[in-house]
Every structure is written in structure tokens, then in C-alpha cells.
């Protein structure tokens, strides 16, 4: 199983989830991220992201943002986007049905979340980043759930 985490800059929400994800999943699924816009295409996580990881000894140091690429609907089977817009630009990119059905917003496999965003904690301190970081922890704990099951 191949998993692909989609924000808007790949800096802040879904390295995190990756990062996450990673710490989730059982050997052989793979888990990436990327972002809607190239802005920071090659830069490591904002460093609010990283420390907040590295609090729960999860090290996301090392990850590259890159954008989501035509190639990313062929190799992932699922693609969560954190939020609307990316959601809304993520689908406008799919080609066909099969691709669109491999993208959702990563909140909805929370029931008590439908439509729900995960908010960007780029403009915020270090408790909006653990703030996200929980939110994305949950999420992830119920993607493995949904597709461990």
C-alpha cells in the first residue's frame, strides 16, 4: 500500500502526517508527501514541524518538500489532502474516476470530522503545530484502522 499526503507547501501539516504515518504502518507501505504548489520544492520541513515531530520521537528532518506530481495518481494507492482547497486542486488534476476515487480529505475518515480541515499552523507558535500534530495523529490512528481492517 503506497500513501501520499497532500498540503499546500509539503512544509508544515503533511510532512507531519508522513512523518506519522510512517511510525503507523506495517513494513512493506510506503508513505510520502507532497504539496499543491512548488514554493518550496527541495527546502526541509519548517522548523516548527520538526521540532514538534521530534517531541514525540518522530525525526522528519531529513524530508524534502516536492509537489504533487501526474505520477502520484499511477503509484499511490490513497491520497489524503489536509484541506478544501488542496482537496479541490488535488481532484482537478486526476485524469479519471480511478484516480479521483484514490483521493479524500484526510479528516474524513474521522466520522465526526466530515468536511472537516486540518488547520495550517504556518502563521501560528508552537502550540498550533502540536495542536495540528495531535489532529494528525488521530487521523492517522484511523487510516490504519480503516485500512489495516
Not at 488521530?138 to 485500512?147: V, Y
Request: with cysteine.
Amino acid at each position: 500500500m503506497k500513501i501520499l499526503m497532500v498540503c499546500l507547501g509539503n512544509i508544515c501539516r503533511s510532512p507531519l502526517a508522513e512523518g506519522i504515518m510512517k511510525t503507523k504502518v506495517p513494513e512493506g507501505f510506503f508513505v510520502d508527501s507532497a504539496g499543491t504548489i512548488s514554493m518550496h520544492e527541495g527546502k526541509h520541513p519548517d522548523k516548527r514541524a520538526i521540532k514538534t515531530a521530534a517531541n514525540h520521537n518522530i525525526d522528519i528532518s531529513k524530508q524534502r518538500s516536492r509537489p504533487i506530481t501526474k505520477a502520484d495518481f499511477e503509484n499511490f494507492d490513497k491520497i489524503y489532502c489536509m484541506d478544501i482547497d488542496v482537496l479541490a486542486d488535488v481532484v482537478s488534476k486526476t485524469k479519471n474516476e480511478d484516480q479521483r476515487q484514490k483521493v479524500s480529505l484526510f479528516l474524513e475518515v474521522l466520522g465526526d470530522h466530515k468536511n472537516a480541515e486540518v488547520p495550517d499552523p504556518y502563521w501560528g507558535g508552537m502550540d498550533d503545530f502540536e495542536s495540528v500534530f495531535q489532529l494528525l495523529d488521530k487521523g492517522c490512528d484511523a487510516i490504519c484502522n480503516q485500512i489495516l481492517n
